[in-house]
Each structure stands twice: as C-alpha cells, then as structure tokens.
C-alpha cells in the first residue's frame, strides 16, 4: 500500500524560509508528475508547482522566484524549498504523486505570521 508522508510545515515569519518533503513509501510504478498543492482557508485547493519527470519544474506565478520545487527519484522524495514567505502564503499544503494511479499526502500547515 503506497502512502505519502509529508514533513516541514511549521509557523515562520514573514520573509523566512521553510522545506517541505512528502516521501513515498510501499511500491509506485512509473512516476511521471510530482506536484505540490495548497488549501488555504475558505478557498479553493489550488496547484503550486509541478516536476515532471523529465521536463522542467512549472510553478504558478505567485510563488515564481521564491519556491522552488525537486524530487529525488532513487527516494520517491519531493521537496519545495520556500523562500521569501508571506502572509498568503498560509495554508495547508499537500503533495500528489502521479503514476499509474494518483497519490495524495496527508497535508501539512504552513503558517505565515509575525
């Protein structure tokens, strides 16, 4: 049974820095995407970043510049390095794996605030 099991959330100040990990554990085949997805509250989940396998990371213009997303394949690890935290940047965020089916991790908060 595959599970994703995210780590790094924390609370940080405005203009600090977090890492976040989701690790995959049991057998996945085939991992084509890794994403990184956030909630915020009273909102709509929205898609932060994306790895493909063999293209090159996307990131949605908010966070362009300030994030940035890798994965390492030997580990079925994928990490978002962010930088430069603000206050909307608050929210749940949660990791999803795509191979032959679609993985999703628990989420982790990421709180941003003085």
């Known amino acids: 049974q595959v599970q994703l099991v995210e780590s790094g959330g924390g609370l940080v100040q405005p203009g600090g820095s977090l890492r976040l990990s989701c690790a995959a554990s049991g057998v996945i085949f085939s991992i084509s995407a890794m994403s990184w997805y956030r909630q915020a509250p009273g909102k709509q989940r929205e898609l932060v970043a994306t790895?493909?396998?063999?293209?090159?990371?996307t990131y949605t213009a908010s966070v362009q510049g300030r994030f940035t997303i890798s994965r390492d394949n030997a580990k079925n690890t994928v990490y978002l390095q962010m930088n430069s935290l603000k206050p909307e940047d608050t929210a749940v965020y949660y990791c999803?794996?795509?191979?032959?089916?679609?993985?999703w991790g628990q989420g982790t908060q990421v709180t941003v605030s003085s």
């Open positions: 999803l794996v795509v191979a032959r089916s679609m993985y």
């Open positions: 790895i493909p396998s063999r293209d090159s990371p």
